[in-house]
């Protein structure tokens, strides 16, 4: 059930209990969708709670240490929870599950859509040619997934023809993300595309309003520019991203000025 069916409930409710009591309030009060917000993020937050308590209580004791506070093992154990999970339609249509790849360690997580076709017959996040341009956007400004960044996605299965997730996909999905992040606790985080920033940010606003501005994600800075397929569609627009990549350096350069040499 998305949000907007929500209030519509909620609203049919209202109307009704004011018939019965002989009260005039035709709509909903304003605080209402705030509510509901409120309450989705805190039930996303007790599943993504949940998941890390389960990853962490399977784990083996002592191996903790050696390996960024086990890190690798908690990524591997959602990769097995993401790979069995049912609980949208996606599921039905997958080759494999993209749970995301990169270092364990990341200054910056880079959060997508959704996997397309060469993604989902790999089970790698942007392996297509909008990730060999999402490669080559991270260079210019000195990031790499094989040394500084971590690769995921909102949903973690393919949208039939590649889509944009429904909002009760991105919903069901959103608490792996909510998981990986607390276990990767990135410095920076650069949402490539509107249903990245929407999603994470859980706002209306896309990225046409909301790109070139350093954004806050739970205190962890927020970059929102344009998705690499979406370049690759509208060239027109890589001028603009360039900008937004470069505001982001300076953000990344504030928060380490020695990230771009190591």
């Not at 389960?54 to 690798?72: C, H, L, N, P």
């Not at 595309?193 to 994470?200: D, E, Y």
Request: net charge positive; with cysteine; proline share 6%.
């Amino acid at each position: 059930m998305t949000r907007n069916d929500k209030l519509k409930i909620y609203d049919l409710l209202k109307k009704s209990s004011d018939c019965i009591y002989g009260f005039s309030s035709p709509t909903f009060p304003k605080e209402t969708p705030n509510l509901i917000d409120d309450m989705e993020t805190k039930a996303e937050a007790s599943l993504a709670d949940s998941l890390l308590e389960e990853i962490s209580s399977s784990g083996k004791g002592g191996q903790a240490g050696a390996d960024f506070d086990g890190k690798r093992e908690k990524l591997d154990r959602l990769a097995k929870k993401i790979a069995a999970c049912k609980r949208c339609r996606l599921c039905e249509g997958r080759t494999n599950t993209v749970p995301g790849m990169g270092v364990e360690n990341p200054f910056v997580l880079v959060v997508g859509e959704g996997p397309g076709e060469q993604e989902d017959l790999s089970g790698l996040p942007f392996v297509g040619p909008a990730g060999q341009l999402l490669d080559k956007m991270l260079a210019a400004i000195s990031l790499s997934r094989t040394t500084n960044c971590y690769i995921a996605n909102i949903v973690k299965c393919r949208p039939p023809k590649n889509r944009i997730p429904l909002p009760e996909e991105a919903d069901a999905c959103i608490s792996f993300l909510q998981a990986q992040i607390a276990v990767l606790k990135p410095k920076a985080i650069l949402a490539a595309g509107s249903t990245a920033v929407k999603n994470l940010l859980r706002t209306s606003n896309g990225v046409i309003k909301l790109h070139g501005q350093i954004l806050d994600f739970n205190g962890i800075p927020l970059m929102a520019t344009y998705h690499p397929s979406a370049l690759l569609h509208d060239p027109r627009n890589k001028r603009t991203a360039w900008e937004d990549l470069k505001i982001f350096r300076e953000k990344l350069r504030q928060l380490n000025p020695e990230y771009e040499k190591q």
